[in-house]
């Protein structure tokens, strides 16, 4: 027979479905009622229109489905269930929605769940891992041998691929699940012929849907439902004793691995396996990270776990370098809100976008215009060495070094000026989450002055600030011991930093001898006209007013206003700081009169200078205003400081017995009446607060005491009108402080003292200062 085909020059045929096949031949169909040939060398198979029908004449067995078991854990997500249960077709179009998200999220199991209730009055229901434009053809394979199995041992894999295309275009009421596409491409072409069902297509992939299908992006789950589901795949009882004690250490478990459901799902598999409780799971976590986020149950897939998606993902984007390299990067800051710029000295500008670009469309990162998002759980693989090609240790260590260098580049030259503060409210996050994760034996030089810099912003930024500055200063000053000396100026620099953070905690204990030990050695190795010298001795005077040495805080504070107008110039801001300091210090020794004559001068030449809204400015309004309502007669700032240290020191018992001596110092020299403040004193107030609150922020130390000026003009009206608003500004002080803040424990105990020592006063006392009865 073959030999005969090969003799034949040519072929013909004619007449109502005829057929002529020239040499060898896989088929042919010669339409409707016809036979299929099967043609080789060897044989001939003559095929009647029973064993191949057209697929638009074939039905769908009733219930025909084969959805995986991926969805018995379901948990939340019913948003999304929603989303996909009210799509409604149009017209000769299919329904088609992708669901995306990162490697692990739960869009598999999403979609399983969804595609278990759509079976019930669909079919068929149809799973396709679809990774590939090659698993396409497979999953469509077995779509047409399930709906006719005769066809199996007659067609090749491109032909039932080809009938099955056929029966979707020409039926409705069927669902395909693409899993796992890579890339929309794959998955168009059948999109575009099959028009009358329903589509439903996973990917990581969240861009090149267009035109194509409805994202659905998936989001992590939230602490609740993330506890919830690692209850349900450990197996904790529905005992509540049981589950109450199971639960220890869960929120937390679900919290270190941000609420990925893939990440909760093996965690608790391995503490059911090992039956380890959630808190040894994290003690393992952090100690064997590496092998925590590759494990998996036994029996398990190896290809579903944290490590090897993360692998794989990255594997895709092995052609640009650069994307593995910023994804590195970015695991050593923040996870979210993480400046674009950070990433500019990382290549071109446009190299730089791409590879932005590429993550973004794998939903390895999040873009929001000029900020990027990572998932912590992408973070905390990136940053651990493993085997992985991606992630050698050489490689993590230079992303660590890249990520600081580029922070440290990013601030701004002055941390302490307010214009600068929004760049620093910025990186603040993101240098405390590398030194979080930055071992400190690891800290270069570069890390020393970041730690430093962004120590001496929140010194300056507002209290609270104040207790998180206290560890960066110390870590930066071992830094700098260790790579510049124990006598460096960058070392001294960061201890006179550190001895104020000291104090700004209220820890005199600790600030007073390293204040005097930095104070020695700066005058003795840098002399008493350098910048960090001045700054020390600053640190000195403020810690002897404290003390209550009201003498040498005097001269202290003199020869600081003296080395500034000679270093930096009568104009320079921290000029300006030595004359308030000076004022304060005025006021320590009872020479009210002395003190408000020199401040009214250095308020007109802040003005002048520095203008209306500079901190100087603002701060020596804000004294002007609280010196305008206190009688000659009260004792200064460093009395009541002082009183702040023994109530925190003793108690509320020492607080009261200090209370009660302030009291009693205050009046032993004159029992004038208080002054009374009138409704312009109060606006002037009002507005200083209002503009420290704008400028400075609400815990800036000069707001502070903008609004305790301000509490004391509205008691010195004597006026019940304003009661209510003393009462709102104390609670906003507070809250803006937080009620755990040193602070707020320690004034608010004062403010009881202190109300307690007034009503003990005498009542004709309290009738000549015109004190009310409290």
Known sequence: ????????????????????????????????????????????????????????????????????????????????????????????????HAVHGLGGIGKSTLAARWAAEFARGHAPVWWITADSRAAVDVGLAGLAAALRPSLVTLLPQEQLGEWALQWLASHTGWLLVLDNVSDPADVKPLLARATSGRFLITSRRAGGWQGIAEPVALDVLSVEDAVELFTRKRGDTGNETDVGAGRDGVAEVCEELGCLPLAVAQAAAYCDQTSSTAREYLTELAAHPAHMYAATEEGGDNERTIARIWHLTLDRLSDDPLAGTILLTLAWYASDGIPRSLLNALGPSYAVRTALGRLKAHSMITLHEDMVSVHRLVQAVSRTPDDDRHRSPEAIAHARETATQTLADALPPDVGDPSAWPVMRALLPHVEALAESAPPGT??????????????????????????????????????????????????????????????????????????????DCRRVLGDDHKVTL??????????????????????????????????????????GARNSMVMQIVETGDMPRARDTLRELLADCVRVLGDEHPETLSARGLTIMLAQSPDFVAGPGDLARIVI???????????AAMRGYLEKALAGNAA?????????????????ATCVRVLGEDHVDTLAARMALLQVYASTRDERYAERFQRLGVEM?????????????????????????????????????????
């Open 1 to 96: 027979m073959s030999s005969l085909f090969e003799r034949r020059p040519g072929v013909a045929a004619s007449g109502e479905s005829a057929v002529a096949a020239g040499g060898n031949i896989a088929q042919a169909i010669t339409g409707s009622g016809a036979v299929g040939l099967h043609i080789d060398t060897d044989t001939l198979t003559m095929l009647s229109p029973e064993a191949y029908p057209s697929p638009d004449s074939v039905d769908c067995p009733p219930g025909l489905a084969n959805l995986p078991e991926r969805a018995p854990l379901f948990v939340a997500r019913s948003r999304e269930l929603a989303l996909l249960d009210t799509a409604l077709s149009a017209p000769g179009q299919a329904v088609v």
């Open 443 to 520: 800290d270069t030089a570069a890390m020393a002055r970041l730690l430093t810099r962004t120590g001496d912003y929140m010194l300056s930024a507002g209290t609270r600030l104040a207790p998180r500055a206290l560890s960066l200063l110390t870590r930066a000053e071992a830094d700098c011991v260790r790579l510049h000396g124990p006598e460096a100026v960058e070392t001294l620099d960061a201890r006179t930093e550190l001895a104020y953070a000291h104090r700004m905690a209220l820890d005199v204990e600790h600030a007073a001898p390293l204040t005097e030990q930095t104070l020695a």
């Open 535 to 576: 700054s020390a001795l600053m640190n000195a005077s403020k810690l002897a007013a404290l003390a209550g040495d009201t003498e040498r805080a005097l001269r202290l504070t003199e020869e600081v206003l003296a080395g500034c107008r000679r270093v930096l110039g009568e104009d320079d801001p921290r000029t300006f």
């Open 646 to 656: 023994t109530g925190q020191e003793g108690g509320n018992e020492d607080l009261g």
């Open 673 to 689: 009446p208080m002054p009374q403040a009138s409704e312009e004193d109060v606006a002037q107030a009002e507005a200083n607060a």
């Open 734 to 774: 507070f809250s803006a402080l937080g009620e755990e803040h040193p602070l707020t424990i320690v004034v608010l105990g004062m403010l009881e003292a202190l109300t307690a020592a007034v009503k003990d006063l005498p009542e004709d006392v309290r009738r000549t200062l015109g004190i009310e009865e409290p």
